[in-house]
């Protein structure tokens, strides 16, 4: 299981701890939990310098208010729990973001529990 936590600063805003990486490098950010996103992962610009990532290729993507649009993605590995996987990801400003896509792709179930404040990645 992985633990996550609400943000201090954004007590609505659930996010967990990951791993991504490519060649020899690793970075390892809190990610926000993007329930509404069909993609795997979103990382700034300056996180994909560090990572030495480019653009590979166009994906499509669905957004949380349903929208989906095509966008510039590059291929990393994502690590969780040990397991290593190939991963889809967007790069653009903003705070790094995991879909949905991530977590089927893990065979994961996401827990919130808002009243509780504690968020639970189970392994299915």
Not at 38 to 45: A, E, H, M, S, V
Request: glycine share 10%; hydrophobic share 45%; net charge negative.
């Amino acid at each position: 299981m992985i633990k996550g936590f609400f943000l201090p600063a954004a007590p609505d805003v659930p996010v967990f701890p990951l791993f991504v990486s490519w060649n020899d490098t690793t970075v390892s950010p809190f990610f926000i939990l993007d329930t509404g996103s069909t993609g795997d992962l979103k990382i700034t610009p300056e996180m994909a310098r560090d990572l030495g990532l480019e653009s590979t290729g166009v994906g499509k993507i669905t957004i949380a208010n349903g929208q989906t649009f095509e966008t510039r993605i590059a291929v990393a590995y994502a690590s969780m729990e040990g397991v290593r996987e190939p991963v889809s990801i967007v790069i653009e400003e903003g705070s790094p973001l995991a879909g949905i896509g991530l977590f089927t792709k893990f065979g994961y179930k996401v827990v919130v529990d808002c009243q509780n404040r504690l968020v639970e990645l189970h392994k299915m």
